[in-house]
């Protein structure tokens, strides 16, 4: 069966630090991969997708860039952490059939 | 642009009597259509998806919604609710088909369903 983990679960970092988060899928191969930030316990934002290693579209600009070095990993960075960084981000696959999307458990981010 | 709106922030409800969380949608072509349940500081759990085929879809956990094409809504609906089942409930869309967005999802906002025993 498939599973997705991302990682760390909480993060606290201060403003101007860099970040990588990180997220990798097991028992698939050549999944559609997603970050989304959710605010204030809110709505989800997708922020990158990729549908390939190294392929990487972005939907919204902002302080944050993302990259797919293996199959099933995706990583989100940031060279320089903002204040409004702050949030829950999280991070899910579908298979090529796309049709539903699987979630990872999120991270917390708080940037102090 | 394929969207969801999800017109209330909160629904109360009575454990024992029937839920409905409402969902609307805005499509070009045929709607993929998703539910998923957030509990807090969690990730999100599929419940359940309308492709094609009958109006009425069954899920997990003993939710069920119904595909309304003349009305474009995807209500979730559960005939006896549980305190257990509130959290956050979201509403999705597949993006495109041209593959723009890598056919991810677009939410709704969100609706908080509370479950009083």
């Known amino acids: 069966s498939q599973t997705i983990h991302q990682w760390p679960a909480t993060l606290v970092q201060p403003v101007g630090s860099p970040l990588s988060l990180e997220c990798t899928v097991e028992?698939?191969?050549?999944?559609?991969l997603y970050w989304y930030r959710q605010a204030a316990g809110r709505g989800l934002q997708l922020l990158f997708y990729?549908?390939?290693?190294?392929?990487i579209s972005s939907e919204v600009p902002q302080n944050l860039s993302a990259s797919r070095p293996q199959d099933r990993q995706f990583i989100l960075s940031s060279k320089k952490l903002l204040l409004s960084d702050s949030g829950f981000y999280l991070c899910?696959?579908?298979?090529?059939?796309?049709?539903?999307?699987?979630f990872g458990q999120g991270t917390r981010l708080t940037v102090v | 642009a394929q969207s969801v709106a999800q017109p209330e922030d909160q629904v109360n409800v009575a454990e024992g009597n029937p839920l409905t969380v409402k969902c609307t949608y805005s499509v070009s072509g045929n709607p993929y259509l998703f539910w998923y349940v957030q509990y807090p500081n969690r990730g999100l759990q599929f419940l359940l998806k309308y492709i094609t085929g009958d109006n009425l879809v069954k899920g997990s956990y003993g939710f069920e919604a119904e595909f309304n094409k003349s009305q474009t809504s995807f209500h979730l609906k559960k005939p006896s609710a549980l305190v257990s089942d509130s959290a956050l409930y979201f509403c999705?869309?597949?993006?495109?088909?041209?593959?723009?967005?890598?056919?991810?999802?677009?939410f709704g906002k969100g609706t908080s369903l509370l479950v009083t025993p």
């Open positions: 899910a696959w579908s298979d090529r059939a796309n049709t539903e999307a699987f």
């Open positions: 028992g698939t191969s050549n999944p559609n």
């Open positions: 990729s549908v390939g290693i190294g392929q």
């Open positions: 999705a869309v597949r993006g495109p088909s041209n593959s723009n967005s890598g056919y991810a999802l677009n």
